[in-house]
């Protein structure tokens, strides 16, 4: 799956090297090098920088705090992760998620967004768990303290796909509530090549009731993981540090995010191992990445593997261990952003 993934992303890459027109001709029988001038405009196009897979602007799990006015962002990304041991032990996860997203910021302080994403999954038993069309819809406002500063709220609401059916469950419907602050070092007087972005938010997790009483406490966690149920509130923390080098056409990445709480609630139904949780046994990420910018204004390139230092949680069943989280996921995908 990784393979596949790296080389359908250098084939695009290829493409877009090819079809690019020579300034002299306009012809595109020439492969034309973008001159340093014009990655800095293509930065400054998207500063903040591409899309998350919130569909906000961002890096690629932590949205920014900023907003440029009457900016279209339009992202992919495929996620993939293989797992032993998890959520039990002796049990196996592979899974592949594909998101899709999209924003546009029609005011200086105001953007909206709305994303998808299709699940598969295989866990221990060769069965195949898949689901898709989940919804999530944002709205992020922005205040701009000083030019190179700025703060920002994000609310988003996330519309689940009925279990076995078609159609959306209200009553399963999640909310976030994100605190963001992003500071852009390489506009400042330092100009050095940084931007940093905080976020501190909150999720209300409603997914356990997609599944009926009956099913929710005979489904194991590793079941209720693979069909996108949690069902307990989670405390957000995100920071993102992206190192814009256009000289060099790459933005080296690195993030940490987690998700606290202190008790798998829905999983402790059938597993008591669940049933507390320290902070550090939570899913914490430490992701380092690098984005590509590409001949053709706008289009970037990312690759990133998100690496688990969680601790893992002794199996109350065996005399084992096990983990929240898979111990890496792997990242690819492309952004596009453009301008009225």
Excluded at 11 to 20: E, H, K, P, R, Y
Excluded at 52 to 78: H, M
Excluded at 83 to 99: I, R, W
Excluded at 123 to 145: N, P
Aim: charged share 10%.
């Amino acid at each position: 799956m990784k393979t596949y993934v790296i080389t359908l992303l250098c084939l695009i890459l290829f493409t877009g090297v090819a079809g690019a027109e020579s300034p002299a001709t306009g012809q595109n029988n020439s492969i034309t090098v973008p001159s340093f001038d014009t990655i800095e405009s293509h930065n400054a196009l998207s500063r903040g920088t591409e899309v998350s897979v919130t569909g906000q602007s961002g890096s690629i799990n932590v949205p920014s705090a900023f907003i440029t006015k009457g900016r279209a962002n339009i992202a992919v990304y495929d996620a993939y992760a293989s797992q032993n041991n998890f959520l039990g032990q002796g049990n196996k996860l592979e899974n592949n998620t594909v998101y899709g997203a999209l924003s546009y910021a029609p005011l200086q302080y105001l953007e909206i967004s709305l994303g998808s994403l299709d699940s598969s999954s295989i866990v221990t038993s060769s069965q195949s768990l898949h689901y898709s069309g989940d919804l999530k819809i944002g709205i992020k406002g922005s205040y701009e303290v000083i030019p190179d500063l700025s703060i920002g709220i994000l609310t988003e609401a996330l519309l689940y796909s009925k279990v076995g059916a078609i159609g959306y469950n209200g009553n399963a419907a999640s909310y976030t509530l994100s605190l963001l602050a992003s500071y852009d070092m390489s506009k400042s007087k330092l100009s050095f090549p940084l931007i940093a972005t905080l976020r501190i938010g909150y999720l209300w997790d409603n997914t356990q009731n997609l599944l009926s009483s009956t099913d929710n406490n005979l489904i194991p966690p590793l079941g209720k993981y693979a069909m996108g149920i949690r069902g307990d509130g989670l405390t957000l923390l995100g920071i993102s540090l992206l190192f814009p080098l256009p000289e060099y056409y790459i933005e080296p990445m690195l993030e940490f995010t987690s998700q606290f709480t202190d008790s798998y609630s829905s999983y402790s139904l059938t597993d008591p191992s669940f049933s507390s949780v320290s902070w550090n046994q939570n899913p914490l990420y430490i992701t380092p990445g690098i984005l590509f910018y590409t001949p053709v204004r706008g289009l970037r390139i990312a690759i990133a593997a998100e690496l688990s230092v969680s601790k893992k949680v002794s199996d109350r069943v065996t005399t084992g261990s096990f983990s929240t989280a898979p111990q890496v996921i792997w990242i690819g995908g492309l952004s596009y952003s453009f301008s009225e």
